[in-house]
């Protein structure tokens, strides 16, 4: 046996998440199943992380422990092969039997995608959020670089999460605006659950003049998910790159 780490990229908007859902598609069902059928054998694989229904990925990757005769070509040939469209195995490679895609990841890059315009695009809509007043790009900086640093990160977090440490370091984090697309980057050494759409929607919110980039140090100590902003919308969220 062997241990494969797979990096895949996809369009999440058909999809539940990535996580193994009873009654629900999501990516790491339709993988498993293409697996069984390229293996003959069931195989459990293990993702970098989750991600929420609708939420893309550009780079997402997992392992998996397989035979070892199968040759790294026609592995990825066949498991493209039997997937759908929007799911696309871009590497194989084979590491160490102890690698974890989860816990030997040093941080991850997000970015996410508004559409700032008020004219209809049926070709951004699937990828970002519409929104079509205009936006302060330089107070969206000003609250990106408050968060940088290391601080407790519950108060950008929902309910659903799933850990009881909530401390995160950001390295960075910034907005860039080129036309109409304005984007917003973020690494970090782990998210917790909404994280970044809870940030996206403050800084829509600071731009919009609701939220002072003053307060930001005390809320994150208040720990008070009620003083930010909304939870943006999933379409324009994307998991960029896993450092490894």
């Known amino acids: 046996m062997k241990r494969m780490l797979i990096t895949i990229s996809y369009d999440g908007t058909a999809y539940h ?3 193994f859902q ?6 790491q ?15 459990t694989v293990v993702g970098t992380s989750r991600t929420d229904a609708g939420v893309h ?3 997402f990757t997992f392992h998996l422990d397989c035979a070892d005769n199968i040759p790294k070509a026609a592995f990825l040939r066949g498991l493209n092969g039997l997937l759908p469209y929007d799911i696309a195995v871009t590497d194989a490679k084979e590491i160490a039997p102890d690698f974890h895609a989860r816990y030997n990841a040093l941080g991850k890059t997000y970015c996410y995608n508004i559409y700032n315009s008020n004219k209809k695009d049926p070709f951004k809509l699937r990828f970002a959020w519409q929104i079509e007043r205009p936006l302060d790009i330089d107070k969206m900086n000003e ?3 408050s968060i940088v640093g290391k601080h407790d ?3 950008f977090s929902s309910s659903g999460r799933t850990v009881e440490n909530t401390v995160r370091t950001v390295s960075e984090c910034y907005v860039t605006k080129n036309g109409d697309d304005v984007k917003l980057y973020i690494t970090a050494d782990g998210f917790l659950y909404n994280m970044v759409r809870i940030i ?8 919009d003049g609701k939220i002072n980039v003053s307060d930001i140090e005390d809320i994150l100590k208040k720990r008070d998910r009620a003083a930010l902003g909304m939870t943006a919308p999933p379409q ?3 998991l960029e790159k896993v450092h490894y």
């Open 22 to 27: 009873p009654n629900a598609i999501t990516v």
């Open 236 to 238: 324009g969220l994307f």
């Open 153 to 155: 990160f519950y108060a």
């Open 29 to 43: 069902s339709v993988i498993e199943n293409a697996l069984f059928e390229l293996l003959n054998e069931k195989v």
């Open 17 to 19: 998440g990535w996580q």
């Open 143 to 145: 609250f990106a670089k």
């Open 200 to 207: 996206i929607g403050t800084a829509v919110a600071v731009s």
């Open 57 to 59: 990925a550009k780079e």
